[in-house]
């Protein structure tokens, strides 16, 4: 009997299910990605050392993903495969944004507790390590939630699914970032940092929760997958052996998703520094007193940005994988991320020019729709039924991977290249550079057979 007759289609409502808690992850991630920095940079961080705190994410996302891949593979319990995964790593985090912009109340709090004197880096430390908790635990949730697709989805329907996980993650992110805007254009009320990640860790719960209530697990059907019929587990070095036996294709879609996310967390992890700093050419945070009422204004810009961003997203996540299915994932994906190209370059040039630098974030969310459903949707093909958890967590050391790259060399680069005056720097340098890696995937996706 084939996948596709085992697992019964989704409809409509079956996939805006799915979806619905990767909408409530991107509360997370959004707030994670847009005011780290603003949080870090208050309590003294350069340039640098923000980079630094952003290794977090590409270090969790290497080892605890693959390593809850596989254990979410072999897990059984009442609850299910994925549920105790999603459910768990989700609280966590939930708690865990609530404290971050708390990091300096926190210090002085362990310095009465214990009657020790921290240091006057104290804050940060405990943001740092705080941030570290965040991207570990919503990796705990991210890689058994992709495991989900091919684990309870039929074959033929994956690029559909990818598509609404890529809508989810447009809308979700264009909610949580015009919340605080939106707020202070209507009502003249600036919400502050702290209630901006408390909603979030509200939101993602809320909705991790929906998903595992209404989404039943490929674990309680009838057509069991063969491996767990026989009680066999893999240690990880056996699934990562397999991973790359797939097929030869498998190689170029790790290739294409390396040097892809260099560039896409070229614009993630600077593009509030770059609107603030650079854009609204705000002093350095760390180095100098400015203004409050213009550091909240260029904060809700940067808000703004990555909703444009995710907005685009939104909207063209359905029409692409409809495009997808007509001319094939990598025609499509080809175009979008040279888009994209086209849209640092913009960036870089126009970074004095409000307006257009708004324009170039939104051509840049067509190529981040596309980066989050196709190269998902074409390695789904060569997955093997019982190992979805542990391939899509191997999958994800090619996105975590190349984020090292630009938090230590984007960083330090960044972090060299003082203006006249220094108290700024030129954060336009991090989209030359993600241009140039998103050529290079472009090319890369060329050669991929489908």
């Given at each position: 009997m084939s996948e596709s007759t085992e697992l019964?289609?989704?409809?409509?409502?079956?996939?805006?299910?799915?979806?619905?808690?990767?909408?409530?992850?991107?509360?997370a991630w959004q707030m994670r990605i847009a005011l780290a920095e603003p949080v870090t940079s208050g309590l003294g961080a350069s340039p640098l050392l923000y980079s630094l705190i952003w290794l977090a994410?590409?270090?969790?996302?290497?080892?605890?993903?693959?390593?809850?891949?596989?254990?979410?593979?072999?897990?059984?319990?009442?609850?299910?495969?994925?549920?105790?995964?999603?459910?768990?790593g989700t609280l966590i985090t939930a708690l865990a944004l609530w404290a971050f912009p708390h990091s300096a109340g926190i210090s002085d709090i362990i310095s009465k507790l214990f009657h020790f004197n921290m240091p006057a880096w104290g804050g940060l430390l405990i943001a740092a390590i705080l941030i570290w908790v965040i991207d570990a635990c919503i990796n705990i949730a991210q890689g058994p939630y992709r495991s989900l697709i091919p684990d309870v989805v039929p074959k033929e329907q994956h690029a559909n699914a990818n598509s609404y996980i890529s809508l989810a993650i447009g809308l979700g992110s264009v909610i949580a970032m015009v919340v605080a805007p939106l707020l202070k254009f209507l009502f003249d009320y600036q919400m502050p940092i702290d209630a901006?990640?408390?909603?979030?860790?509200?939101?993602?719960?809320?909705?991790?929760?929906?998903?595992?209530?209404?989404?039943?697990?490929?674990?309680?059907?009838?057509?069991?997958v063969a491996q767990e019929q026989q009680g066999e587990k893999q240690s990880f070095a056996q699934s990562l052996k397999e991973f790359f036996l797939l097929s030869p294709e498998v190689k170029k879609i790790c290739l294409m998703q390396f040097f892809t996310w260099i560039g896409m967390m070229c614009l993630l992890i600077y593009i509030t520094p770059f609107a603030i700093h650079t854009v609204y050419n705000i002093p350095?945070?760390?180095?100098?007193?400015?203004?409050?009422a213009m550091e909240q204004t260029a904060q809700n810009y940067a808000l703004i940005c990555l909703a444009v961003f995710n907005f685009v997203c939104f909207v063209i996540a359905i029409p692409l994988a409809n495009l997808a299915n007509k001319f094939g994932n990598k025609k499509v994906h080809i175009v979008s991320m040279l888009s994209m190209v086209l849209a640092y370059l913009g960036l870089a040039i126009f970074r004095h020019n409000q307006a257009a630098v708004l324009f170039f974030m939104g051509l840049s969310g067509i190529g981040w729709a596309s980066v989050c459903a196709l190269p998902f949707a074409m390695l789904s093909k060569y997955i093997k039924p019982g190992t979805e958890g542990s391939?899509?967590?191997?999958?994800?050391?090619?996105?975590?991977?190349?984020?090292?790259?630009?938090?230590?060399?984007?960083?330090?680069?960044?972090?060299?290249?003082?203006?006249s005056g220094g108290l700024n720097h030129h954060y336009e340098l991090t989209f030359y550079i993600g241009a140039g890696c998103l050529l290079l995937a472009s090319l890369v996706t060329s050669a991929i057979k489908e």
């Open positions: 019964k289609r989704f409809t409509t409502i079956n996939f805006l299910n799915l979806a619905l808690g990767f909408l409530g992850l991107q509360f994410g590409p270090f969790s996302g290497m080892v605890v993903q693959p390593i809850v891949g596989v254990l979410s593979d072999n897990t059984k319990s009442k609850f299910g495969r994925r549920r105790p995964y999603l459910l768990g901006q990640f408390l909603m979030a860790g509200i939101a993602f719960t809320l909705a991790m929760i929906w998903t595992c209530l209404t989404i039943k697990e490929r674990s309680t059907l009838k057509a069991d350095d945070l760390a180095t100098a007193v400015v203004d409050k391939v899509m967590g191997i999958f994800n050391i090619f996105i975590a991977g190349p984020q090292v790259f630009v938090c230590t060399l984007v960083g330090w680069l960044i972090n060299i290249s003082v203006m």
